[in-house]
């Protein structure tokens, strides 16, 4: 089951990735951004519900929060200031997922490295997408005001996402991965 949370948790990433790819191409849209964003956000809350639902044993319900409160930062896309910043509202998630972690920590210190590895990936998952909107969306969303419609890009890059999907597929056997890596804790 560890399998199926790291492929929710990397679904819920793919797609703020293709909705930030179509916004490079993209003009803002007309209307409100985050009612134009939403419809494209349902395989993010998808997979939120899907972690959610999972029946596991209790001992890795640290795990599953650290997780969730993560992938909440991938919300930064609807932020616009003020009143926040998205790299603060990714930080909040952080902190959120952080708590949950350093019980984690707690529990497993000098007992079980993998849990401590687990933690530290969440944390440098974060950090690298705090690292990443300051670079390139500090105030927001940035879209390409040359583009085209957001629709259309979106559209473009659910075509090459699946024909990207399909040609991996039967390049790689799987492995690796945050999936990977919960299976081998679930081992500990």
Not at 46 to 66: G, N, P
Not at 75 to 97: C, D, G, N, R
Not at 155 to 167: L, P, R
């Amino acid at each position: 089951k560890f399998e199926v949370v790291g492929s929710h948790f990397k679904s819920a990433w793919e797609c703020v990735r293709l909705i930030v790819v179509a916004a490079s191409k993209s003009k803002a849209p007309t209307k409100d951004i985050p009612a134009a964003l939403m419809p494209h956000l349902k395989p993010v809350q998808t997979a939120l519900e899907s972690i959610r639902k999972l029946r596991l044993d209790r001992k890795w319900d640290m795990h599953i929060k650290s997780v969730l409160e993560l992938v909440t930062a991938l919300s930064w896309i609807l932020i616009k200031p003020p009143p926040q910043t998205p790299v603060t509202f990714i930080k909040e998630a952080i902190a959120s997922s952080t708590f949950w972690s350093n019980k984690i920590r707690k529990e497993f210190k000098g007992k079980d490295d993998k849990q401590i590895h687990f933690c530290n990936c969440l944390k440098a998952v974060g950090t690298g997408l705090v690292d990443y909107v300051t670079k390139h969306h500090i105030t927001g969303l940035t879209f390409n005001p040359r583009g085209i419609s957001f629709e259309e890009a979106a559209a473009e890059c659910s075509v090459a996402k699946k024909e990207e999907s399909s040609t991996s597929k039967k390049k790689s056997g799987g492995g690796g991965g945050v999936g990977s890596l919960m299976s081998e804790l679930q081992g500990k």
